[in-house]
């Protein structure tokens, strides 16, 4: 899985640490709340002005066909590719077709939360020109992600994503990073100059290259794995090329923050053509699962992760002990514009205790008012 767009959001996502270091991320959580709660105390929040909403919106470019486009054509390329290779189908023997059956599980699984995702995120755009704001972040090492909307007066639309787990070089690689985050997260909420880039761009360039980097890596092992001659593998090509176009389409969401009305229409009328697409492609996958339920004969129980992602197998087996990840959300434009309009921070741990478990979720999204508004257990 690759991440290569630009975000225009600050998403400041750093790597807990492995094993007992959930503890860690409960103390940080902690420590946001009543950094929060302090900053609040000395700076209450003021209105936001129209202007601010304004200022802040995304460019005219960001929205235009030629970045949303694509996007929309890489999926549309995606569906005609997995419709190329379920037409293959007939050729699976019985395990190979119980094996990808167990695949397409999961991968509905996949399919079902991002198409409720893409629905709450298209209730909340609608909003924005209200003065609202929206994001969605990945957790890339704890297998989850979420949308968070914050509209007037109160919160909305957090939709946990079951995603894909990535490999543990990508997660270590983040943990590299956490120093960097952690320092800038303190800086962030006491309002501290110091040292802290007043360019968005600069700071989205220090935090991200280096998790870039590693999941580009990973995108290519996994293009490499899916590529490898075994007759068990027939549709993981494409299945990767399906995600990697998901996953634009989640980069492309990324951006949306605080638009104006004219721009909010225009990004739901995207997202509208993109929902319209994904279910399409849903509904090929429920549809091929259900042929080859009717092949299916029963055999003895195996993991799901390692029978029907096979490739998996190729990561570094340590990935089962990591523990989850913190992220802070910070709007564009200035540290202090940021504080008093929209900042909300979302801090988000899994546990595993091995690849073939459910993630148990967890998430707190905290306001300058200092008050935990929703937890998500």
Not at 105 to 119: D, I, K, N, S, V
Not at 252 to 270: C, Q, Y
Not at 282 to 296: I, N, V
Request: aromatic content about 4%.
């Amino acid at each position: 899985m690759r991440s290569t767009a630009v975000i225009p959001l600050l998403a400041v996502v750093a790597a807990a640490a492995v094993g007992g270091r959930i503890e860690a991320i409960r103390t940080v959580q902690v420590r946001l709340n009543n950094t929060v709660t302090s900053f609040a105390r000395r700076n209450p929040r003021r209105p936001v002005s129209e202007a601010v909403l304004r200022d802040a919106a995304l460019s005219d470019a960001v929205l235009s066909d030629a970045v949303l486009g694509p996007v929309l054509e890489s999926i549309h390329r995606s569906v005609a590719d997995l419709d190329d290779e379920l037409g293959r189908l007939a050729r699976l023997s019985e395990d190979e077709a119980t094996e990808l059956v167990r695949a397409l599980e999961a991968f509905e699984t996949t399919a079902r939360t991002f198409r409720r995702a893409l629905g709450e995120a298209v209730e909340a755009v609608e909003a924005i020109g209200d003065g609202g704001s929206c994001g969605l972040a990945m957790d890339w090492m704890g297998s989850v992600g979420y949308v968070s909307c914050s509209l007037p007066g109160k919160l909305s639309g957090i939709v946990p994503l079951d995603l894909e787990p990535v490999a543990s070089r990508a997660a270590k690689r983040l943990a590299l990073v956490w120093d960097d985050c952690h320092e800038l997260t303190e800086m962030a909420c006491l309002g501290d100059e110091r040292d802290v880039p007043t360019d968005d761009a600069s700071v989205i360039g220090r935090i991200f290259t280096p998790i870039r980097r590693a999941l580009d890596r990973l995108g290519r092992r996994i293009d490499a794995a899916a590529t490898r001659p075994k007759p068990s593998m027939v549709v993981d090509a494409s299945f990767g090329r399906l995600s990697d176009a998901v996953e634009a389409a989640a980069d492309a969401l990324n951006g949306v923050h605080n638009l104006t009305e004219a721009d909010a229409v225009r990004f739901v009328d995207t997202l509208g053509s993109l929902e319209a697409r994904w279910t399409s492609v849903f509904g090929k996958l429920s549809r091929a699962k259900e042929q080859l339920l009717r092949r299916r004969r029963p055999c003895a129980h195996r993991d799901l992760w390692a029978s029907a992602l096979r490739w998996l197998r190729q990561f570094d087996a340590s990935f089962a002990s990591l523990s989850g990840t913190v992220a802070l959300l910070v709007p564009p434009g200035s540290r202090r514009r940021a504080l008093d309009a929209t900042t909300h921070f979302s801090a988000v741990f899994s546990g595993h205790e091995n690849l073939a478990s459910r993630p148990s979720d967890f998430h707190v999204l905290c306001h300058p008012s200092g008050a935990t508004l929703r937890g998500l257990p």
